[in-house]
Each structure stands twice: as C-alpha cells, then as structure tokens.
C-alpha cells in the first residue's frame, strides 16, 4: 500500500497531464500549479477560482460560436455556381 500510496501523484498529474494538454488549455493547468506551489492557496480556493474561470471561459467562447463565418469569395467568378441566402 505505501509503493501504490507514493505512486499517486503521479498517477494524478499523469491525469490532468492527458486531459490539459490541448494547445488553448495548458495555462489553466499552470496557473493552479502555482497557485498551489508558490502561493500556498488551499485546493478549495483553487477550485473556486477555476469555476469562475471556467464562466468566463464559457462566456467568451460562446460569444465567438454566435459570430456568423466571413462570407467566402468565389474564386472562379462564374455566376452559375453563386449560391444565395434568403
């Protein structure tokens, strides 16, 4: 128990290492890491801190799903492939 009990945190940040390595979401992993490292806040002020990042997160992203997509341009310029929104 004591060998599979060492093996936990490493096992632990195997974990968030998998699921945070995406390009737009290794500076949330990050940021906890200090925020428990350096700065000594407790794992419940880290969890609160990450809910309300991940309002606003939600927020933004959300706001950029609604934009419509930029209209693309026809490179042939024929008039028989045009299509038209009513």
């Known amino acids: 128990f004591?060998?599979?009990?060492?093996m936990m945190p490493a096992v632990g940040l195997a974990m968030l290492l998998t699921m945070m390595m995406k390009k737009n979401m290794w500076i949330f992993l990050?940021?906890?890491f200090i925020m428990?490292?350096?700065l000594n806040v407790p794992t419940v002020g880290i969890a609160?801190?990450?809910c309300a990042a991940a309002g606003v997160w939600d927020v933004i992203t959300e706001g950029q799903k609604n934009?419509?997509?930029?209209a693309a341009?026809?490179?042939a310029g024929s008039d028989d492939d045009e299509e038209y929104d009513l």
């Open 48 to 50: 609160l801190a990450a």
């Open 2 to 6: 004591s060998t599979a009990g060492g």
């Open 73 to 75: 341009a026809s490179a």
């Open 30 to 32: 990050l940021l906890g």
């Open 67 to 70: 934009q419509p997509a930029p």
């Open 36 to 38: 428990a490292a350096f």
